[in-house]
């Protein structure tokens, strides 16, 4: 059975596609779908609540906050993207190296990830992108850094036990080329593990980008992000609690689709998850029963 099939079979899957896709779309066709301007300021209508011009209101500065949910999508998404494009890219080398290579390769490979794992994955990322400065740019690159360790050691350990098959001694013995190696007969047996860490790990990339914008180290005013939005909208709790609910429930809402979506390819691409083996009983105990009578 194909993949999309086993997915068509989970409806949590169903859902959690439904909401990823509407949500990417709404970024895409974003300038089409928003009905304001969302860096238009008008102090003069600042803090109204919803009506039919401003259907979830407007914030602080007279901003329309459905329009910096729709644009706020376009950024989270694209710098979740580009994260994990970073970290797969980077982690599927250096596990792949690691783990065929070996050796002195293995051991240098596998003290750097050592390293960036013994930090918190948000603290290194704070600690880079206060060093570097908080643009699109170097957010990406802190939130690759802070990921993709993780990932290049499950890459390697699948490496290593794929070196350990025949059809890979096989390979080996035919004469083929290490990268060619690599890229045609181990690297396929990764893409599965990846995928579903990618899918799983992208609703915590999207947290990270909205806690540094919430911190002032992410994206910067007056660029519509959910996390900024949040910050945004903390002087105002009280007054217009929905300045803070809608971002924060747009990120919840993506992170926990991302969660489902990970959750579902993992259990269409290990059939094995979620089988129980049924206990039987072995032919000894059978003979030991007692005889029946007569």
């Avoid at 086993?6 to 859902?15: F, R, S, V, Y």
């Avoid at 709404?26 to 209508?45: C, G, K, S, T």
């Avoid at 994955?121 to 690759?144: C, E, K, P, R």
Wanted: hydrophobic share 50%; charged share 15%; with cysteine.
């Amino acid at each position: 059975m194909s993949l999309l099939q086993q997915l068509l079979k989970n409806k949590m899957a169903w859902i959690s596609i439904g909401i990823i896709l509407g949500i990417s779309l709404m970024a895409i066709f974003a300038p089409y779908i928003a009905p304001h301007d969302p860096l238009d300021v008008e102090l003069a209508r600042r803090l109204q609540p919803p009506s039919t011009t401003f259907p979830l209101g407007t914030d602080h500065l007279g901003r329309c906050i459905l329009s910096r949910l729709i644009y706020g999508a376009r950024i989270s998404l694209s710098i979740a993207l580009a994260v994990t494009a970073l970290t797969t890219t980077v982690s599927l080398t250096v596990g792949l190296m690691a783990g065929y290579i070996g050796g002195r390769m293995d051991s240098v490979l596998m003290r750097i990830c050592d390293v960036f794992l013994s930090f918190p994955n948000l603290i290194l990322a704070l600690a880079i992108v206060g060093v570097m400065g908080s643009n699109v740019i170097n957010i990406v690159i802190a939130l690759g850094a802070s990921h993709w360790a993780w990932y290049a050691r499950i890459v390697r350990s699948k490496v290593l036990s794929l070196k350990a098959e025949n059809f890979i001694k096989a390979a080996i013995v035919a004469g083929t080329g290490g990268f060619h190696l690599m890229v045609k007969h181990l690297l396929p047996y990764t893409i599965a593990e990846i995928a579903i860490l990618a899918s799983l790990d992208m609703g915590s990339v999207i947290l990270h980008i909205s806690a540094l914008s919430f911190l002032g180290l992410g994206i910067q005013p007056p660029a519509p992000e959910w996390g900024a939005m949040i910050t945004d909208g903390r002087e105002f709790f009280r007054r217009e609690p929905g300045l803070m609910i809608y971002p924060g429930l747009m990120i919840f809402i993506v992170a926990l689709s991302f969660n489902l979506l990970g959750d579902a390819l993992r259990d269409a691409l290990d059939p094995r998850l979620g089988k129980t083996i049924k206990p039987t009983r072995s032919p000894l105990s059978n003979a030991e029963a007692p005889l029946p009578n007569g």
